[in-house]
């Protein structure tokens, strides 16, 4: 079954804002709907945020290579419409990064504004083949791509997981040459929600804290945060 983004959104604020924080927090009434949800891999999503931190690069990537099947649940893409648009308008230059590509829908959606187009992620999926766009395997917190490399570098549904947020944004600036275009979730913290998260953003100020304050940038709600700062 396949759930729409908008949809998504709209069950997350009704759990993460309507239910009481004493409920939402409890593994025994969490656990029932991710079963529902996950079946199998409903303990891996459970655990996920005890465990994430102590995990070497290799065991993080495996556990995401583990849910493949069910992390597609949204389809091609964790955004919604939205977003896109709002990224499509955003981008500048010939060069465009897709850090967190997944399974490439942004990508390919961004060969429309952008002459090249890379996509990378920690696990590629198979048979990810789109014409003209060249895909990486790669991490975001040491991304293989020289500095400034990117006229635009668009990081999407991605922050949220990563182990060390700091480094990763720091990588982002790095490759950026002249735009950097960010998405993530209004979500806010509970410790067992029906994603991979480690990393929760629900106020405008919280985008700004872990990014840091940068004259000029651009903060939007669509449903999700759509930041955008030129480097």
Same mark, same amino acid.
């Not at 060069?95 to 996509?119: H, I, P, Q």
């Not at 490399?149 to 182990?163: K, P, S």
């Given at each position: 079954?396949?759930? +729409?983004?908008?949809?998504?959104?709209?069950?997350? %604020?009704?759990?993460?804002?309507?239910?009481?924080? $004493?409920?939402?927090?409890?593994?025994?009434?969490?656990?029932?709907?991710?079963?529902?949800?996950?079946?199998? +891999?409903? =303990?891996? #999503?459970?655990? #996920? =945020?005890?465990?994430?931190? %102590?995990?070497?690069?290799? /065991?993080?990537?495996?556990?995401?290579?583990?849910?493949?099947? *069910?992390?597609?649940?949204?389809?091609?893409?964790?955004?919604?419409?939205?977003?896109?648009?709002?990224?499509?308008?955003?981008?500048?230059?010939?060069?465009?990064?897709?850090?967190?590509?997944?399974?490439?829908?942004?990508?390919?959606?961004?060969? /429309?504004?952008?002459? =090249?187009?890379?996509?990378?992620?920690?696990?590629?999926?198979?048979?990810?083949?789109?014409?003209? $766009?060249?895909? *990486?395997?790669?991490?975001?917190?040491?991304?293989?791509?020289?500095?400034?490399?990117?006229?635009? $570098?668009?990081?999407?549904?991605?922050?949220?997981?990563?182990?060390?947020?700091?480094?990763?944004?720091?990588?982002?600036?790095?490759?950026?040459?002249?735009?950097?275009?960010? $998405?993530?979730? =209004?979500?806010?913290?509970?410790?067992?929600?029906?994603?991979?998260?480690?990393? #929760? #953003?629900?106020?405008?100020?919280?985008?700004?804290?872990?990014?840091?304050?940068?004259?000029?940038?651009?903060?939007?709600?669509?449903?999700?945060?759509?930041?955008?700062?030129?480097?």
């Amino acid at each position: 079954m396949q759930v +729409k983004r908008d949809r998504a959104v709209m069950v997350n %604020q009704v759990l993460d804002n309507w239910l009481p924080p $004493v409920l939402r927090d409890q593994r025994w009434f969490i656990a029932p709907l991710a079963w529902l949800l996950f079946r199998g +891999k409903a =303990k891996v #999503f459970l655990e #996920f =945020k005890e465990r994430a931190f %102590q995990m070497s690069p290799q /065991e993080f990537a495996d556990v995401y290579r583990s849910i493949a099947e *069910v992390a597609s649940m949204q389809g091609d893409t964790d955004l919604n419409e939205r977003c896109v648009e709002a990224i499509l308008s955003s981008v500048i230059g010939q060069s465009v990064l897709d850090v967190g590509c997944g399974r490439g829908y942004l990508a390919g959606r961004l060969r /429309e504004v952008s002459g =090249k187009v890379t996509g990378c992620d920690i696990v590629l999926g198979e048979n990810l083949e789109i014409p003209d $766009v060249t895909f *990486v395997a790669a991490t975001v917190e040491a991304l293989p791509f020289a500095d400034n490399e990117f006229d635009t $570098v668009v990081c999407t549904h991605t922050l949220e997981h990563v182990q060390h947020l700091a480094a990763s944004v720091a990588e982002l600036r790095r490759v950026a040459a002249r735009r950097l275009i960010v $998405v993530v979730p =209004k979500q806010r913290p509970y410790r067992y929600t029906f994603n991979l998260h480690l990393h #929760f #953003f629900p106020y405008a100020w919280s985008l700004t804290a872990a990014l840091g304050p940068r004259s000029g940038a651009r903060l939007a709600e669509l449903g999700d945060w759509v930041y955008v700062e030129d480097v």
